[in-house]
């Protein structure tokens, strides 16, 4: 089966420009993560959805941070303005339900802010 | 929430066993996890254990103790292609989200 993809694999931009990442999940899988790795940290949940609902968004800056599914499938993050901080990779991930312990990462979109 | 500690590096030569400790703090989880991320790749799903005692996948095995609030991953018959970070995570039973640890590297020199 195809993996979750991801898109751009690596954008620079400057501090209070804007960014938007693009994922698209196994199909089937009505479970969708975003997470946030900065370099040498583990990966940090931003948002989660079943279907096209949040589940959970309690640790997304959404001063600057938004994130949608529509339609239950491809999911879009957006960060505007970026910040200094903001540089990280940001892994897209998906499951079968939400209460499954295995998650199906992409290869993750490599954001550097200058 | 939860906070999970891991070692943050360990350094192993090829054919050795390495264990990555992992203890946690948490209100209630589900069970605990290992994902193995190579530089620059995504992380994959190793392991899970949803209930105390040993889960052995080939090389790898994972251990879990909820008495003790810890759990650890053993890699044997270490090989090059082992050097790579592995992440513990637990989903919590309050708030549904997996967590994550900061993360181990492991080294495998030959």
């Known amino acids: 089966e195809a993996g979750v993809a991801q898109s751009p694999r690596y954008k620079i931009i400057e501090k209070r420009q804007s960014v938007a990442f693009w994922c698209n999940p196994i199909?089937?899988?009505?479970?969708l993560y975003w997470y946030q790795q900065i370099l040498g940290q583990g990966p940090k949940l931003l948002i989660q959805?079943?279907?096209?609902?949040?589940?959970?968004d309690s640790q997304l800056p959404k001063d600057r941070f938004s994130a949608e599914r529509l339609k239950g499938v491809d999911s879009t993050l957006k960060i505007q303005p970026a910040k200094l901080e903001d540089s990280a990779v940001y892994l897209c991930a998906s499951s079968l339900e939400g209460g499954a312990n295995v998650l199906t990462f992409g290869a993750g979109s490599r954001l550097t802010v200058l | 929430g939860q906070s999970l500690e891991q070692p943050s590096e360990v350094t192993a030569v090829e054919g050795a066993i390495v264990q990555i400790n992992c203890t946690y703090q948490t209100s209630g989880f589900y069970g605990l996890s290992w994902y193995q991320q190579h530089d620059g790749g995504a992380p994959t799903f190793l392991s899970y254990n949803g209930l105390d005692g040993l889960e052995e996948t080939g090389r790898f095995s994972s251990f879990l103790s909820r008495s003790d609030s810890y759990g650890y991953l053993l890699l044997q018959e270490l090989q090059m292609k082992d050097s790579a970070s592995y992440f513990c995570a637990v989903r919590g039973l309050l708030d549904y989200k997996l967590s994550f640890g900061a993360g181990t590297t492991v080294t495998v020199r030959a």
């Open positions: 959805f079943q279907n096209n609902g949040v589940v959970d």
């Open positions: 199909s089937g899988h009505a479970t």
